[in-house]
């Protein structure tokens, strides 16, 4: 069983950065995709942004510019940068990973807490 497991999860002022990190408990290179999103109270859960192996990357158009996502595979950890952040990025984020096919399993995290204040 893939364990995903979130951290740097804060209280945060608006204006401030975070890094939220992903350790994940088999090789980060054996996924097909990984990625973050989020879910705000009372809202869908969203994609933030997305990676392949390859390095390619899919970020949701409002947050292209603050947002960065990096990989380092020796430490099997997907990061988020997230900069200049604003109160309405308070939400739960999660790390999301897929398996190759056939299979295409899919694997959550926990998730862990962003808040920003006003």
């Known amino acids: 069983q893939v364990q995903l497991v979130e951290s740097g999860g804060d209280l945060v002022e608006a204006g401030g950065s975070l890094r939220l990190s992903c350790a994940a408990s088999r090789s980060i290179a054996s996924f097909a995709v990984m990625a973050w999103y989020r879910q705000a109270p009372g809202k869908q859960r969203e994609l933030v942004v997305s990676?392949?192996?390859?390095?390619?990357?899919n970020y949701a158009e409002s947050l292209k510019g603050r947002f960065t996502i990096s990989r380092d595979n020796a430490k099997n950890t997907v990061y988020l940068q997230m900069n200049s952040l604003k109160p309405e990025d308070t939400a739960v984020y999660y790390c999301?990973?897929?398996?190759?096919?056939?299979?295409?399993?899919?694997?959550w995290g926990q998730g862990t807490q962003v808040t920003v204040s006003s």
């Open positions: 990676i392949t192996p390859a390095g390619t990357t």
């Open positions: 999301y990973a897929r398996s190759v096919q056939p299979s295409g399993v899919p694997y």
